[in-house]
């Protein structure tokens, strides 16, 4: 066995040991059919009012811009599907991923650790960590590496495990074995095109951001528009709609991660409550949470135009 193999081999044994659901390893180079579709995407103004998505173009597509001599990629998947979900009887509804504490830290500080631990056995290299919070296609990433494939609904998916897990990177200069991309198994299913409560699903792996309820909740700092008025479900942050219909979806297991546990508060809540909630009730609630990136002002917008449509 070579250095890398052993490297290799080295680096998935820990990404277990360290609780996540799959790891998977690419070589570092130029994303040259993503950059078709990214460019396409943006051309038809499909990422409404992303414009940070118009940044960094180059560095999305070729992760050596980012990392100065990097050779590989470290994909990772880590699972946040929850134990129990919120109650939905006259409530409004909160994307899983945001249930508990913020990803963005917990995963940086597992894998700030996996890294120590694995240059004090290997020795020190050059890296960058990201999770969700510079310009990298994770997606593309994760397919590369085989992890899983891209659905219809933009989402990777993983045979036996669904689509209910963080995704995360190590840019590194170190050399690795990379692995080969799996095989789409979605078929002919049209179930997440068909579910989407605003048709944002345009045809296979093409979403109009615009029409996205998750867009709609997080990245829109305007009012909602007025397109929206009936079809959001009462979603409040994000939305799961096109996850929760997918038959692979049936294979998700319950996280064993603490601090993706709602606090009771979560729990608790009624509709009446979150209609009535304060800054200092968002500010104890959401303190640590993904929700958060919505501000108190995005969350009261959302809840009030779910209580004008469901007074």
Known sequence: MNLAE??????????????????????????????????????????????YMENYFDKRLDPR???????????????????????????????????????????????????????????????????????VLERAWAKKSGIGWVGKNANLITKGEGSFYFLAEIICELELVEDAPVTDHCGKCRKCIEACPTGAILDNQIIDGSKCISYATIELKDDIPAHFHGKMQNWMFGCDVCQDVCPWNRFSKPHKQPLFDPNDSLQNFSRKEWKELTQE???????????????????????????????
């Open 281 to 311: 009730v968002f500010s104890e609630i959401f303190r640590k949470s993904p929700v958060k990136r919505a501000k108190y002002a995005g969350l009261k917008r959302n809840i009030d135009f779910l209580s004008d449509e469901n007074p």
């Open 65 to 135: 811009l980012l990392v100065e001599g990097s050779k590989s990629v470290i994909s990772f998947a880590y699972n946040y599907f929850p134990r129990k979900v919120l109650n939905r009887n006259d409530n409004f509804k909160i994307s899983k991923y945001a249930y508990g504490k913020d990803y963005h830290e917990v995963i940086k500080e597992i894998l700030a650790e996996f890294v120590a631990e694995l240059q004090d056995e290997i020795g020190e290299f050059g890296f960058r960590v990201f999770v969700d919070s510079a310009p």
């Open 6 to 51: 052993k490297n290799t081999t080295l680096i998935k044994q820990k990404a277990e040991a360290f609780g996540f659901l799959a790891c998977g390893i690419s070589k570092a180079e130029f994303l040259e059919n993503e950059a078709r579709s990214l460019e396409n995407w943006l051309t038809q103004n499909l990422h409404g009012e992303m414009r």
